[in-house]
């Protein structure tokens, strides 16, 4: 079984910084999710990649195969931008299995 | 379009009564999927359907759980003799099933019902 780590658990920055989430797995894998949930609790899928990089908006994410890692990073962040980031990978590793989920980072930013 | 539905938003119950939960997915995704969360826990699979079949129920954590869905469509978790430790929200997520394996498939969540055993 696939087993998924992210850091930091928690992260509070200021407005305008530039934010860096990590997520490392252990088995290898065919696509790797990073999700936002949002204070109220809603999820909302941001990204699934499995190759290089991917940019939507202030949101850039990366994984490198070789070293079993994602980072998410968000430029110039701002306060909407404080939720909880979560990525999940196959539990199996491949494709294979369902989604397992790290445990999160709670991001806050401060105006 | 209409998201993915829950139903309960809310629900309080006794210890050993039995609940059903319910999803609605969005319209022509053949994949649907239960996950719970803990309070302070990360997200926990529970069962995965196909259309109507299940082929991996490998997430329920007791016999107390069960789920179906009819149709291709509507999802029913149900869990019966709760107990205080079933306390979690309970979400549901579909997608287009296009992927060919749940895990390479963009999932779409609902808002959850938030499970509340006395």
């Known amino acids: 079984k696939n087993e998924v780590e992210q850091s930091p658990q928690n992260l509070t920055a200021q407005e305008g910084e530039f934010i860096t989430i990590n997520c490392s797995y252990s088995v290898g894998i065919s696509a790797l999710h990073w999700l936002q949930q949002h204070p109220g609790g809603g999820i909302v899928s941001l990204f699934m990649l499995s190759s290089g990089k991917k940019k939507h908006g202030r949101l850039i994410a990366t994984i490198n195969i070789q070293e079993k890692h994602s980072s998410l990073h968000i430029t110039a962040s701002h306060p909407r931008d404080s939720a909880v980031y979560i990525c999940a990978a196959p539990n199996y590793g491949g494709s294979q299995g369902n989604l397992i989920f790290g445990k999160g980072t709670k991001l806050s930013v401060k105006p | 379009g209409a998201g993915v539905s829950q139903s309960p938003s809310n629900k309080v119950t006794e210890k050993g009564k039995d609940v059903e939960l319910r999803c609605d997915p969005i319209?022509?995704?053949?994949?649907l999927y239960w996950y719970r969360q803990s309070l302070g826990q990360g997200l926990e699979f529970l069962i995965y359907?196909?259309?109507?079949?299940?082929?991996?129920k490998s997430g329920l954590p007791s016999d107390r759980f069960s789920a179906e869905r009819t149709g291709g469509s509507v999802s029913t978790l149900t869990i019966q003799r709760t107990q205080q430790e079933d306390s979690a929200v309970y979400l549901c997520?579909?997608?287009?099933?296009?992927?060919?394996?749940?895990?390479?498939?963009?999932?779409?969540f609902g808002p959850g019902t938030r499970l509340t055993v006395l």
């Open positions: 319209s022509g995704h053949t994949a």
């Open positions: 997520a579909s997608s287009p099933g296009r992927g060919g394996s749940p895990s390479t498939d963009t999932q779409y």
């Open positions: 359907f196909q259309g109507n079949s299940a082929p991996d």
